[in-house]
T-cell receptor, first 114, second 117 residues
Framework: GDSVTQMEGPVTLSEEAFLTINCTYT??????LFWYVQYPGEGLQLLLK?????DKGSNKGFEATYRKETTSFHLEKGSVQVSDSAVYFC?????????????FGSGTRLQVQP | DSGVTQTPKHLITATGQRVTLRCSPR?????VYWYQQSLDQGLQFLIH???????AKGNILERFSAQQFPDLHSELNLSSLELGDSALYFC????????????????FGSGTQLSVL
């Protein structure tokens, strides 16, 4: 079945450090890929998305590029802030199969220290 | 604020009991999704409803059931509760789901924390 694998956390960084959170996927078709973020005590929020190979999603300084050849969608940010501390989820959906429900990875907790 | 409302925020109950979780989607959204978040299983998709009809099932136990009402709110019913059912249950909504333009963005509620003692 379809699945998403993320690097285990927590990831602990100092403010202004470079962030990479790895995400790879397995899918039977051509998925759309997403990063969602969950701040403490809140529900998930869409951070960025990419719907086809080589697309780059970006938002709030975060970027991720859809790499079909490596089945990856790694999340990056050049300079993290304390306010970026949250849990980040990589996810996919296969719209063309009608399966619109998202399949999530296990989440990666990011802790940014001042 | 995502516009998705879930009640109650916290629920504490005993094994063998039955509970109902409620979700009001964003205004105008026709699709409602239920997810279970636990430490060992991560975020698991349970079920998807579109405009009152069940569209897809995920890893939902037979002890669990859901429905979406004509006013588009949804309820998730959990029965014969076990300790392992303790988790955070999320509802999410989106505008699409049945064809035509599909809205891929889900809006999540803040969840119901269920504790089974």
């Amino acid at each position: 079945g379809d699945s998403v694998t993320q690097m285990e956390g927590p990831v602990t960084l100092s403010e202004e450090a470079f962030l990479t959170i790895n995400c790879t996927y397995t899918a039977t078709g051509y998925p759309s890929l997403f990063w969602y973020v969950q701040y403490p005590g809140e529900g998930l929020q869409l951070l960025l998305k990419a719907t086809k190979a080589d697309d780059k999603g970006s938002n709030k300084g975060f970027e991720a590029t859809y790499r079909k050849e490596t089945t990856s969608f790694h999340l990056e940010k050049g300079s993290v802030q304390v306010s970026d501390s949250a849990v980040y989820f990589c996810a996919l959906t296969l719209m063309d199969t009608g399966r619109r429900a998202l399949t999530f990875g296990s989440g990666t907790r990011l802790q940014v220290q001042p | 604020d995502s516009g998705v409302t879930q009640t109650p925020k916290h629920l504490i109950t005993a094994t063998g009991q039955r509970v109902t979780l409620r979700c009001s989607p964003r205004s105008g959204d026709l699709s409602v999704y239920w997810y279970q978040q636990s430490l060992d299983q991560g975020l698991q998709f349970l079920i998807h409803y579109y405009n009152g009809e069940e569209r897809a099932k995920g890893n939902i136990l037979e002890r669990f059931s859901a429905q979406q009402f004509p006013d588009l709110h949804s309820e998730l019913n959990l029965s014969s509760l076990e300790l392992g059912d303790s988790a955070l249950y999320f509802c999410a909504s989106s505008g699409g789901g049945a064809g035509g333009q599909i809205n891929e963005k889900l809006f999540f509620g803040s969840g119901t924390q269920l504790s089974v003692l």
